[in-house]
């Protein structure tokens, strides 16, 4: 799945509902994820020069605010 499908998943999942504080999604979704943050970021840098990313408390990467785990 792309990340703008899974932008799309979870807009239209949980809308104003409660968000997942984590999500399961297969590798391919994952480096996805990944790139997109990556590449959207990219262009919005901080003053260091270097990009941000935030990982949740499982060290997944965190996207949309919820935390992304491959699934088992």
Same mark, same amino acid.
Do not use: H, W
């Given at each position: 799945?792309? !990340? $703008? %499908?899974?932008?799309e998943l979870f807009n239209n999942s949980f809308v104003l509902g409660k968000w997942p504080d &984590?999500? $399961?999604v297969? !590798? +391919?979704?994952y480096a996805? !994820?990944? %790139?997109?943050?990556?590449t959207r970021r990219g262009g919005n &840098?901080?003053?260091? @020069?270097k990009v &941000?990313?935030?990982l949740g408390? +499982?060290? @997944?990467?965190?996207?949309?605010n919820? $935390?992304?785990i491959f699934e088992k």
């Open positions: 799945m792309t !990340a $703008e %499908q899974l932008i &984590r999500y $399961e297969d !590798a +391919n979704t996805n !994820a990944c %790139q997109f943050v990556f &840098r901080e003053v260091d @020069g &941000r990313i935030s408390p +499982n060290n @997944g990467l965190m996207f949309k919820v $935390e992304l």
